[in-house]
């Protein structure tokens, strides 16, 4: 991969943790453009995401996991559906999966908690989109008991 994307100001290196308070949720990455503008930028950085998807083919050695979280855990209509097609719309589909995560069912639920979101994560050269955070589930299922509680491993 080119040295310049190791050194990306959105690159969290591995053992560093993500401290979300000192994102700025409005952050364009200097982008100042309006519409048209928009279109054509998107369209350009459409194609190079293209192509690292193909050098992370090739190479078979990264996995890509994007986590898609809105704030307060965006509902169905949120518009997670639209980034996901606006934004990975150039890439080569049999590279990329979108995992949802919805209720469990009882087989789910069966092997112990967040089993399901392990089954999801991208293999070698892969990409994988969280719909849905998998933290959704460490709040939501708890507290509507869809999971038991369990003492021990």
């Known amino acids: 991969m080119p040295k310049d994307l190791h050194t990306h100001r959105y690159r969290i290196p591995p053992g560093h943790e993500v ?22 930028e998107s369209k350009k950085l459409n194609e190079k995401l293209g192509q690292l998807q193909e050098m992370l083919y090739a190479e078979h050695e990264q996995k890509v996991l994007v986590v898609l979280q809105a704030v307060l855990q965006a509902m169905d209509t949120g518009g997670k559906d639209g980034v996901i097609n606006r934004v990975f719309q150039g ?23 967040l089993w399901r979101e392990h089954k999801q994560v991208p293999g070698k050269g892969e990409l994988t989109i969280f719909n849905r955070s998998h933290y959704e589930g460490v709040l939501i299922e708890r507290v509507h ?9």
């Open 91 to 113: 890439l080569n589909p049999q590279g990329v999966g979108v995992a949802h995560f919805k209720e469990p069912t009882p087989r789910e639920l069966d092997p112990g908690f």
């Open 145 to 153: 008991n869809l999971v038991p509680v369990r003492l021990g491993p």
């Open 19 to 40: 401290r979300l308070k000192y994102v700025d949720p409005n952050d364009t990455s200097g982008f100042a453009g309006k519409d048209d503008d928009e279109l054509k």
